[in-house]
Nanobody, 121 residues
């Protein structure tokens, strides 16, 4: 079993920045990828970015150039640095852990509870 816990959400004005954190614990040796997804009201959950323990990253086109995923292997923690935030980035952001570097949320086995990010105009 792997537990993931997100933190760092909040309210920010358009153009501002936030950094989300996701800490993994438990059987972290059973996973090799951690990713970020988001879900806005009335919309499907969408992929944002993912990273392997080896440092390979994959970022969705719709946030590329604004969002950066990184990790601290010692702390089993993944970060999502979000810059130049827009109102359309408002969503609940979820961290997930799995074994495949891809966009499909069904390929991720463990999920956090999510953290709200609200961007005001």
């Amino acid at each position: 079993q792997v537990h993931v816990v997100e933190s760092g959400g909040g309210l920010v004005q358009a153009g501002g920045s936030l950094r989300l954190s996701c800490a993994a614990s438990g059987r972290t040796d059973s996973i090799s990828v951690m990713g970020w997804f988001r879900q806005a009201p009335g919309k499907e959950r969408e992929f944002v970015a993912a990273i392997t323990w080896g440092g390979i990253t994959y970022t969705a086109d719709h946030v590329k150039g604004r969002f950066t995923i990184s990790q601290d292997n010692v702390k089993n923690t993944v970060y999502l640095q979000m810059n130049s935030l827009r109102p359309e980035d408002t969503a609940v952001y979820f961290c997930a852990a799995g074994r495949a570097l891809q966009e499909n949320p069904k390929r991720y086995d463990y999920w956090g509870q999510g953290t709200q990010v609200t961007v005001s105009s």
